[in-house]
C-alpha cells in the first residue's frame, strides 16, 4: 500500500489542546517577566486609591465626612472596597498573582545561575581578530603571565595549550536573580506584617490618657496571628496639644507645625516620660509605633437638667466640617437627663466673627474668639438604649430623630454661646453651659514585624537593579603562537559594546605590559 492510499485512509488529524496543555501555558504565562511587571504596575496603580481616598484605619472621621456629604458616592466607594484598599479582595487578589509569578521566576533563574556559575569559559577560538573587539602585537608573553595579569583584573580563567579564556561580570546575573528575591522579599514582609502586626485609631482629648488594649480603641485591625496579650503594655496621658498657624500672608491660616506633649509609661511599672509627638516623629516603644495623625477641638460643655442636676459634663469631640477654618460640628446627647431625654445640635467656631446679615463664622482655624452656634436642641428617646449602634457625630438616626420634639432652633437664639455662657431651654427642661475649649488629636498605632525586613529587602531590590543595569557580561581570549599574541573580546550583554571598547583596550594595555609593539 503506498503513501498517499495511506493518506487518503487515515487523513492527518489536528493535535489536541488538554487540560494539561491549558495548565502549562497558564503556568508559563503567569511566570513570565511580561506578566510580573504586568502585575508590578496594577500593584503600584491599586495603591494609588489607597492614597486619595481616605482610609477606614487611618482617617475614619473623613469617612464619615464623604458618608454625610456625598451618601451615595460613599455607598460606590464601600462596594469597591476603596474605603479599605490595603485590604480589598481585588488587592489581595493581585498580591498573590504577582507572589506566585514571582516564585515561577526566582526558581528557574537559580538553577540556571547555578549553572552558569559552575561553567568554564569556553576554550579561545582560533581567530580571536574576528571578534568583534580585537588587537595583536608582538612579545614573549607566555600563557601563565596572561592568566595571571587577567586573575588580577578579576577574569575566570581558563588555560589550554597556547590560549587563555577569561570571563567576568557574572554580577549581572547575580543582581537581576537576587532582584527578584528581594521583590519577593518585600512580598513576604508585608505578608508577615499582616498576620503578627495590628493597627488602632483612636482619639484622645487633651488632659485623657490611653492604654494600649485592645477595649481602649476607637477601631482595632489585628493580624490573624494577634491576640490580646500581644500588646505592648505602655500608656501615656496627653497633656497639651498645640498647632502653630500662619497669621499673615496668602497663606494665612495655614498649619504650621503640631506637637503633642506627652506623658509616656513604657510599661506598667516604669516611670513616666516626657515626649513630644510630631507629625512622622512617632512614639516607639519596643517596636510599635504611634503616629499622630490628626486633630481638632473638644468644646466642653455642662447640662442640667430639669430636675437640677447634672446630667452631662465634659468635652465633646467635634467632627470639623471646614478645613480652613476648622469650623466644626458638635453633638452632644444627654441620655440620662430627667424628665426627658436632651440632644443638642451644635457648631463650633474657632475665631468667631459676625457676618453682614447677622449670622457668625469662623475666620481662622486658630481659637482665638471661640464661640458656639446653637443649631438645635430637642427632647425624647435618642434611642441610645436601644441596642443598634449610633454614630457620636449623629444625633439620632432619621427615623428616630423625626419623633424628637424640637425646643430651641437656631433661629431663636442669634447670637453663639461664648465661654462662660449658657443657654436656658424651654419648660424648665434645663441648660446647656459652654465652659471651656479643649482640642483632641487622633492617632494610629501599628506594629508591623515585616518593617525591618521589607526596608533591607527594599534596600538590596536598589543595589541589585543598579548592579543587574550597570555591570555586563564578557569575554576576553587571548592566543598566543610564535611571539605573536592575539586579543579578542565580546561583550555578552546587549547594547554594552560601546563602553567595552575602552576596558578592552585597557585589556591590551595590561597583557603586553612592557612590549612597545601594541597594534
Not at 600563557?143 to 581558563?158: E, H, I
Not at 500581644?230 to 502653630?244: D, G, I, K, N, Q
Not at 466642653?300 to 469631640?317: I, L, M, N, R, S
Not at 457668625?360 to 428617646?381: C, T
Request: charged share 20%; glycine share 10%; aromatic share 10%.
Amino acid at each position: 500500500m503506498s503513501v498517499q492510499e495511506l493518506t487518503k485512509e487515515r487523513p492527518p488529524q489536528q493535535a489536541g489542546f488538554g487540560p494539561v496543555a491549558w495548565l502549562r501555558w497558564a503556568w508559563r504565562t503567569l511566570t513570565s517577566m511580561r506578566t510580573a511587571l504586568i502585575l508590578l504596575f496594577l500593584l503600584a496603580l491599586g495603591s494609588v486609591p489607597g492614597s486619595l481616598v481616605p482610609q477606614r484605619g487611618v482617617e475614619p472621621d473623613k469617612v464619615a465626612q464623604i458618608y454625610e456629604q456625598s451618601p451615595a458616592l460613599a455607598e460606590w466607594y464601600d462596594r469597591l472596597q476603596l474605603f479599605e484598599v490595603f485590604t480589598s479582595t481585588w488587592f489581595a487578589a493581585v498580591y498573590l498573582l504577582l507572589f506566585t509569578s514571582l516564585i515561577g521566576c526566582i526558581v528557574p533563574r537559580t538553577a540556571t545561575y547555578l549553572r552558569e556559575l559552575r561553567r568554564k569559559p569556553p576554550a579561545a577560538p582560533k581567530h580571536p581578530s574576528r571578534l568583534p573587539h580585537a588587537a595583536s602585537f608582538d612579545g614573549d608573553l607566555e600563557v601563565a603571565q596572561a592568566a595571571r595579569r587577567l586573575r588580577k583584573l578579576r577574569f575566570r580563567v581558563v588555560t589550554g595549550d597556547g590560549w587563555v579564556s577569561a570571563e567576568k561580570g557574572f554580577l549581572r546575573e547575580t543582581g537581576n536573580l537576587f532582584f527578584h528575591i528581594a521583590l519577593l522579599g518585600i512580598l513576604l514582609a508585608i505578608g508577615a506584617g499582616s498576620l503578627f502586626g495590628y493597627r488602632g485609631n483612636v482619639l484622645v482629648v487633651e488632659g485623657d490618657g490611653f492604654a494600649n488594649t485592645v477595649a481602649a480603641y476607637d477601631r482595632f485591625m489585628p493580624g490573624n496571628q494577634v491576640s490580646a496579650e500581644s500588646l505592648e503594655p505602655f500608656s501615656f496621658t496627653l497633656s497639651e496639644f498645640e498647632v502653630a498657624y500662619q497669621v499673615a500672608g496668602d497663606k494665612r491660616g495655614q498649619a504650621l507645625d503640631y506637637s503633642a506633649h506627652l506623658k509616656v509609661n513604657d510599661t506598667p511599672a516604669a516611670p513616666a516620660r516626657d515626649f513630644e509627638l510630631k507629625v512622622n516623629e512617632p512614639l516607639e516603644v519596643n517596636g510599635t509605633q504611634t503616629y499622630l495623625i490628626g486633630n481638632g477641638y473638644a468644646p466642653v460643655f455642662k447640662v442640667t437638667d430639669g430636675q437640677g442636676q447634672v446630667a452631662f459634663e465634659g468635652p465633646v469631640p467635634c467632627l470639623i466640617e471646614q478645613k480652613t477654618t476648622m469650623t466644626s460640628g458638635c453633638v452632644v446627647k444627654v441620655p440620662d437627663a430627667q424628665p426627658s431625654q436632651l440632644g443638642f445640635l451644635l457648631q463650633f467656631l474657632p475665631t468667631s466673627v459676625p457676618l453682614t446679615d447677622g449670622d457668625h463664622a469662623s475666620a481662622f482655624p486658630g481659637g482665638i474668639n471661640p464661640e458656639v452656634k446653637i443649631l438645635g436642641a430637642f427632647s425624647g428617646d435618642l434611642g441610645v438604649r436601644s441596642g443598634k449602634p449610633q454614630s457620636v457625630y449623629e444625633l439620632a438616626p432619621p427615623e428616630v430623630l423625626k419623633k424628637l420634639k424640637p425646643l430651641v432652633m437656631g433661629s431663636a437664639v442669634p447670637k453663639p454661646l461664648a465661654v462662660g455662657q449658657s443657654l436656658e431651654l424651654p419648660d424648665g427642661l434645663g441648660k446647656l453651659e459652654f465652659t471651656g475649649v479643649k482640642e483632641w488629636i487622633t492617632l494610629q498605632t501599628a506594629y508591623d514585624p515585616g518593617r525591618l525586613p521589607a526596608l533591607v529587602a527594599a534596600a538590596t531590590a536598589v543595589v541589585a537593579i543598579a548592579l543587574s543595569l550597570m555591570i555586563r557580561r564578557r569575554r576576553v581570549f587571548v592566543r598566543i603562537s610564535e611571539g605573536r599574541v592575539e586579543v579578542g573580546g565580546l561583550t555578552r550583554t546587549e547594547g554594552s559594546a560601546a563602553g567595552f571598547a575602552e576596558e578592552f583596550a585597557e585589556i591590551v594595555k595590561v597583557l603586553s605590559a612592557g612590549e612597545k609593539d601594541v597594534r
